[in-house]
Protein backbone atom coordinates (compact mmCIF):
# COMPACT_ATOMS: atom_id res chain seq x y z
CA UNK A 1 0.00 0.00 0.00
CA UNK A 2 1.12 3.52 -0.78
CA UNK A 3 2.01 6.34 1.78
CA UNK A 4 0.37 9.47 0.81
CA UNK A 5 2.78 12.67 1.14
CA UNK A 6 0.53 16.00 1.02
CA UNK A 7 3.84 18.53 0.29
CA UNK A 8 1.73 21.55 0.64
CA UNK A 9 2.40 23.65 3.86
CA UNK A 10 -1.62 24.99 3.91
CA UNK A 11 -3.54 24.33 7.00
CA UNK A 12 -6.65 23.83 4.63
CA UNK A 13 -4.68 20.87 2.38
CA UNK A 14 -4.56 19.27 5.30
CA UNK A 15 -7.43 19.71 7.09
CA UNK A 16 -9.21 18.67 4.04
CA UNK A 17 -7.16 15.83 3.11
CA UNK A 18 -8.32 14.28 7.03
CA UNK A 19 -11.89 15.54 6.31
CA UNK A 20 -11.98 12.87 3.41
CA UNK A 21 -10.76 9.98 5.28
CA UNK A 22 -7.15 10.10 4.65
CA UNK A 23 -5.51 10.04 8.34
CA UNK A 24 -2.39 8.90 7.99
CA UNK A 25 -0.02 10.96 5.46
CA UNK A 26 3.08 12.99 6.31
CA UNK A 27 3.31 16.44 5.61
CA UNK A 28 6.71 17.94 3.49
CA UNK A 29 6.66 21.88 2.33
CA UNK A 30 7.63 22.68 -0.79
CA UNK A 31 9.97 25.72 -1.55
CA UNK A 32 9.53 26.82 -4.89
CA UNK A 33 9.35 30.10 -6.76
CA UNK A 34 5.72 30.72 -8.45
CA UNK A 35 7.31 31.39 -11.69
CA UNK A 36 5.96 30.44 -14.68
CA UNK A 37 5.93 30.31 -18.61
CA UNK A 38 4.53 33.53 -20.68
CA UNK A 39 1.12 32.93 -22.77
CA UNK A 40 -0.07 30.12 -20.40
CA UNK A 41 -4.00 29.88 -19.53
CA UNK A 42 -5.36 29.89 -15.79
CA UNK A 43 -5.65 26.43 -16.07
CA UNK A 44 -2.12 25.89 -17.34
CA UNK A 45 -0.59 28.31 -14.70
CA UNK A 46 -2.01 26.41 -11.73
CA UNK A 47 -1.22 23.08 -13.60
CA UNK A 48 2.58 24.16 -14.13
CA UNK A 49 2.86 25.37 -10.28
CA UNK A 50 1.45 22.47 -9.19
CA UNK A 51 4.37 20.05 -11.05
CA UNK A 52 7.32 22.64 -9.87
CA UNK A 53 6.22 21.81 -6.39
CA UNK A 54 5.99 18.14 -7.07
CA UNK A 55 9.35 18.54 -8.55
CA UNK A 56 10.78 20.19 -5.06
CA UNK A 57 10.13 17.70 -2.79
CA UNK A 58 12.24 14.43 -1.94
CA UNK A 59 10.11 11.23 -1.95
CA UNK A 60 10.80 7.61 -1.85
CA UNK A 61 9.52 4.92 -4.28
CA UNK A 62 6.42 4.03 -2.69
CA UNK A 63 5.27 7.38 -1.58
CA UNK A 64 2.08 9.25 -3.31
CA UNK A 65 3.31 12.89 -3.31
CA UNK A 66 0.32 15.65 -3.87
CA UNK A 67 0.46 18.95 -4.45
CA UNK A 68 -1.74 21.66 -5.61
CA UNK A 69 -1.61 25.30 -6.62
CA UNK A 70 -4.99 27.72 -5.85
CA UNK A 71 -4.92 31.21 -7.63
CA UNK A 72 -7.95 33.66 -8.49
CA UNK A 73 -8.01 34.80 -11.90
CA UNK A 74 -10.31 38.58 -13.15
CA UNK A 75 -10.20 38.97 -16.39
CA UNK A 76 -6.97 38.93 -17.40
CA UNK A 77 -5.40 40.01 -14.16
CA UNK A 78 -4.00 37.27 -12.06
CA UNK A 79 -4.62 37.37 -8.43
CA UNK A 80 -1.97 35.29 -5.94
CA UNK A 81 -1.37 35.76 -2.21
CA UNK A 82 -1.54 39.90 -1.23
CA UNK A 83 2.03 41.07 -0.54
CA UNK A 84 0.25 43.58 2.00
CA UNK A 85 -2.97 45.08 3.80
CA UNK A 86 -3.00 47.58 0.78
CA UNK A 87 -2.56 45.14 -1.79
CA UNK A 88 -5.58 43.09 -0.21
CA UNK A 89 -7.77 45.88 -0.36
CA UNK A 90 -6.99 46.36 -3.88
CA UNK A 91 -7.61 42.86 -4.66
CA UNK A 92 -11.09 42.77 -2.60
CA UNK A 93 -11.90 45.92 -4.48
CA UNK A 94 -11.72 44.76 -7.83
CA UNK A 95 -13.53 41.49 -6.91
CA UNK A 96 -16.14 42.81 -5.46
CA UNK A 97 -19.66 43.05 -7.22
CA UNK A 98 -18.48 41.00 -9.59
CA UNK A 99 -17.25 37.12 -11.00
CA UNK A 100 -14.02 35.28 -11.21
CA UNK A 101 -12.68 31.88 -11.38
CA UNK A 102 -10.61 30.09 -8.99
CA UNK A 103 -8.19 27.81 -10.42
CA UNK A 104 -6.73 24.66 -8.50
CA UNK A 105 -3.68 22.56 -10.05
CA UNK A 106 -3.08 19.34 -8.64
CA UNK A 107 -0.37 16.87 -9.26
CA UNK A 108 -0.21 13.19 -7.93
CA UNK A 109 3.69 11.90 -8.33
CA UNK A 110 5.16 8.21 -7.54
CA UNK A 111 8.48 8.39 -8.34
CA UNK A 112 8.63 9.11 -11.97
CA UNK A 113 4.95 8.66 -12.83
CA UNK A 114 3.40 12.21 -12.86
CA UNK A 115 -0.39 13.07 -13.18
CA UNK A 116 -1.56 16.45 -13.22
CA UNK A 117 -5.28 18.36 -13.55
CA UNK A 118 -6.60 21.59 -13.34
CA UNK A 119 -10.35 22.71 -11.90
CA UNK A 120 -12.03 25.98 -12.17
CA UNK A 121 -15.06 27.15 -10.53
CA UNK A 122 -16.76 30.93 -11.10
CA UNK A 123 -17.35 32.89 -7.77
CA UNK A 124 -19.56 35.63 -7.51
CA UNK A 125 -18.84 38.22 -5.10
CA UNK A 126 -21.56 40.76 -3.75
CA UNK A 127 -20.72 44.53 -3.60
CA UNK A 128 -19.25 46.12 -0.57
CA UNK A 129 -17.32 49.31 0.76
CA UNK A 130 -14.48 49.85 1.63
CA UNK A 131 -15.59 49.99 5.26
CA UNK A 132 -16.40 46.53 5.47
CA UNK A 133 -13.19 45.00 3.27
CA UNK A 134 -10.78 47.21 5.67
CA UNK A 135 -12.98 45.62 8.40
CA UNK A 136 -12.52 42.02 6.83
CA UNK A 137 -8.79 42.34 6.30
CA UNK A 138 -8.07 43.78 10.09
CA UNK A 139 -9.37 40.11 10.78
CA UNK A 140 -6.34 38.92 9.29
CA UNK A 141 -7.88 35.86 6.93
CA UNK A 142 -7.13 37.32 3.75
CA UNK A 143 -3.65 37.23 4.20
CA UNK A 144 -2.20 34.23 3.30
CA UNK A 145 -4.74 33.21 0.51
CA UNK A 146 -4.70 34.06 -3.07
CA UNK A 147 -7.00 36.59 -3.78
CA UNK A 148 -7.36 37.85 -0.23
CA UNK A 149 -10.48 35.66 0.55
CA UNK A 150 -10.87 32.50 2.79
CA UNK A 151 -14.22 31.32 1.68
CA UNK A 152 -14.75 28.51 4.14
CA UNK A 153 -14.29 31.46 6.58
CA UNK A 154 -15.76 35.10 7.45
CA UNK A 155 -14.81 35.58 3.39
CA UNK A 156 -18.23 33.63 2.57
CA UNK A 157 -19.85 36.59 3.72
CA UNK A 158 -18.64 37.90 0.81
CA UNK A 159 -19.86 35.73 -1.51
CA UNK A 160 -22.99 35.53 -3.28
CA UNK A 161 -22.95 32.71 -5.38
CA UNK A 162 -20.69 29.44 -6.15
CA UNK A 163 -20.78 27.76 -9.58
CA UNK A 164 -18.61 24.82 -9.36
CA UNK A 165 -16.77 23.00 -6.60
CA UNK A 166 -16.24 24.70 -3.27
CA UNK A 167 -13.58 22.57 -1.85
CA UNK A 168 -11.93 24.15 -5.25
CA UNK A 169 -11.87 27.32 -4.02
CA UNK A 170 -11.32 26.58 -0.42
CA UNK A 171 -7.53 24.89 -2.61
CA UNK A 172 -7.98 21.47 -2.86
CA UNK A 173 -10.85 19.98 -5.19
CA UNK A 174 -10.98 16.22 -2.76
CA UNK A 175 -13.25 14.78 -5.53
CA UNK A 176 -11.18 15.57 -8.77
CA UNK A 177 -8.15 14.16 -6.22
CA UNK A 178 -10.25 11.21 -5.28
CA UNK A 179 -10.88 10.12 -9.06
CA UNK A 180 -6.66 10.78 -9.31
CA UNK A 181 -5.55 8.93 -6.13
CA UNK A 182 -7.70 5.75 -7.63
CA UNK A 183 -5.70 5.74 -11.01
CA UNK A 184 -2.78 5.22 -8.32
CA UNK A 185 -4.86 2.65 -7.04
CA UNK A 186 -6.20 4.07 -3.88
CA UNK A 187 -9.87 4.08 -3.08
CA UNK A 188 -11.30 6.22 -0.44
CA UNK A 189 -15.40 4.72 -0.62
C1 LIG B 1 -9.59 31.66 -2.82
C2 LIG B 1 -9.14 30.93 -1.58
C3 LIG B 1 -7.83 30.54 -1.40
N1 LIG B 1 -7.44 29.90 -0.25
C4 LIG B 1 -6.04 29.47 -0.03
C5 LIG B 1 -5.73 28.06 -0.47
C6 LIG B 1 -4.23 28.08 -0.56
O1 LIG B 1 -3.68 27.68 0.70
C7 LIG B 1 -3.88 29.54 -0.83
C8 LIG B 1 -3.26 29.72 -2.20
O2 LIG B 1 -1.89 29.52 -2.14
P1 LIG B 1 -1.11 28.31 -2.77
O3 LIG B 1 0.17 28.86 -3.35
O4 LIG B 1 -1.99 27.52 -3.69
O5 LIG B 1 -0.77 27.34 -1.54
P2 LIG B 1 0.01 27.65 -0.18
O6 LIG B 1 1.17 28.54 -0.43
O7 LIG B 1 -0.99 28.08 0.86
O8 LIG B 1 0.52 26.20 0.24
P3 LIG B 1 1.56 25.21 -0.52
O9 LIG B 1 2.16 25.92 -1.71
O10 LIG B 1 2.58 24.86 0.52
O11 LIG B 1 0.71 24.03 -0.91
O12 LIG B 1 -5.11 30.26 -0.76
C9 LIG B 1 -8.37 29.61 0.74
O13 LIG B 1 -8.03 29.02 1.78
N2 LIG B 1 -9.68 29.97 0.56
C10 LIG B 1 -10.13 30.63 -0.55
O14 LIG B 1 -11.32 30.93 -0.65
Redesign the pocket.
Known sequence: MARIVL????P??QELLTRIGIRDFTVR??QVE?WYPQGLTPPEIVSYISRE?SQAVPSEEDEIVI??????FLDQQRL??PKDEADALRMLTDLAGRRHT?C?GVTLRQGQRSLTRAQSTDVYFRPAGREELTAYIRGGEPM????A????GQ?ALLVERIDGDFFN???LPVLLLSRMLAEFGVTLL
Not at 67 to 72: E, G, I, L, R, Y
Not at 144 to 147: L, R, S, V
Request: charged share 25%; proline share 3%; hydrophobic share 30%.
Open positions: ASGSRRVPEKTADTMVGKVTDKAGYGVQGVMG
